[in-house]
């Protein structure tokens, strides 16, 4: 692994960490600011909204910038962000820190994942987008049980810290070990032009890989939303078993994420179905199995395996099919969050129609299938397209 991708996999580490650690400061931080559980509730959903707007307006705004500069100062404002956070004096001081950790999020794994498939061979691309997602899965099963430890020891802002050190180890990994002309492939594109990017938007396969990407990502988080009501509502755990679940579920998504990323990298296209078809299947057994302690066990960590195994193709498949525009790597992060909107509103609906709280299983299998339609309607026509030019 170059040592480049080491710092980049650290830099995912600590703004997965900044996303998900939140979750279990929520009641300190809301008692510290004598505001409700509600309001503090906007740590999350505004920093989720922030993710969304800051992946297409930094990449935008920095397109004929070199990557690994934007990178830098991505990071830095990611520091920044945490340390605002850290030392709020107030609660609207934090929600601000909250929104400027988040504006980087999107443009730092967009393009990101460009540089990092720049530092590996061409065959090897989507592993290299996975090892820098690592950091982000290993954060999704380390952020919740790491703040709500450090915060119960030493205080909330203690996180903060904690994740504010990590940046500043992630920007001097990032500017000591990644090539000062990474983002360019044998072949490739380096920094372009907004013009220029927005022009490879016109292609169908850019905008269909995109729509797989949000309904893949919106049929696992419709069901993940809801899965502590399903655990302790069907399954018969105890709130107190939540925690471990959600680990379990996290392992699912680091190996995932590592399968992903070497099958895509034999046969992408055929990869991704399957993920998005594994997925499918998962999310169904599950909604019907869900009344079982151990089904629920093996079926959480099949639903995290199957959910990340197509985000590092999908990733190179969206930038492939943009001939290498960074706005469309962080498109596809936008899309992944517009994803998730739509995955948990329609699993609430299923909730609110009275259809229980295996509905949420059920509802993310359709949209994970509508995944599926989509993704094959984008082989076909790719292959089409390839035997019209051959």
């Known amino acids: 692994m170059p040592s480049g991708l080491v710092a980049l996999a650290l830099g995912g580490f600590g703004i997965g960490l900044t996303e998900f650690l939140i979750a279990g400061l929520l009641p300190q931080v809301a008692s510290s600011f004598a505001v409700s559980e509600a309001t503090a509730g ?3 959903s505004g920093y989720a909204l922030s993710v969304a707007v800051g992946a297409i307006v930094l990449t935008a705004a920095t397109a004929r910038l070199p990557r690994k500069q934007v990178l830098v100062g991505l990071v830095a404002l990611f520091v920044i962000g945490n340390l605002l956070s850290a030392i709020a004096p107030s609660y609207p001081v934090m929600l601000l820190g909250r929104i400027v950790a988040a504006l980087c999020h999107g443009s730092f794994f967009g393009i990101g994942s460009l540089v990092a498939r720049s530092l590996v061979a ?7 987008v996975a090892a820098m997602f690592a ?8 952020g919740v049980p790491f703040g709500a430890l450090v915060g119960e020891r030493w205080g909330w802002r203690a996180a903060f810290w904690a994740v504010t050190g990590i ?29 220029d990017q927005l022009r490879e938007f016109r292609s169908s396969q850019v905008w269909l890989t995109l729509a797989a990407t949000a309904l893949g990502y ?4 419709g069901a ?15 709130p ?3 925690a471990w679940l959600l680990m379990v579920y996290g392992v699912g998504l680091v190996v995932g994420n590592l399968i992903g990323g070497r099958a895509a990298d034999r046969d992408r296209d055929r990869a991704l179905i399957l993920a998005l078809v594994g997925l499918t299947v998962t999310l169904a057994v599950f909604g019907l199995l869900a009344g079982s302690a151990v089904a629920s066990v093996i079926l959480v960590f099949l639903m995290g395996v199957a959910g990340f195994a197509s985000v590092p193709g999908m990733i190179t498949r969206v930038t492939d099919a943009a001939h290498g525009a960074a706005l469309a790597a962080s498109a596809n992060v936008s899309a992944s969050n517009v994803g998730n909107a739509l995955g948990a509103w329609l699993g609430g ?7 229980g709280y295996t509905a949420p299983l059920f509802t993310g299998a359709a949209i994970a299938l509508a995944s599926v339609v989509v993704l094959l309607v984008a082989v076909r026509q790719a292959k089409s397209f390839e035997r019209q030019n051959s």
């Open 224 to 238: 993940f939303s809801y899965i502590a009501y399903t655990f302790t509502e069907v399954g018969g755990f105890s």
């Open 167 to 195: 940046g500043v180890l992630a920007l001097a990994g990032i500017v000591a070990l990644v090539p000062a002309r990474s983002g360019t492939e044998p072949g490739g594109a380096t920094a372009r032009g907004l013009r």
């Open 122 to 128: 061409p065959e090897r691309k989507s592993r290299a």
């Open 42 to 44: 906007w740590l999350i």
């Open 349 to 355: 609906l299923a909730i609110t129609a009275g259809l």
């Open 135 to 142: 950091g982000l899965t290993v954060a999704n099963v380390l």
């Open 240 to 242: 107190g078993d939540v």
């Open 218 to 221: 919106g049929g696992m988080f």
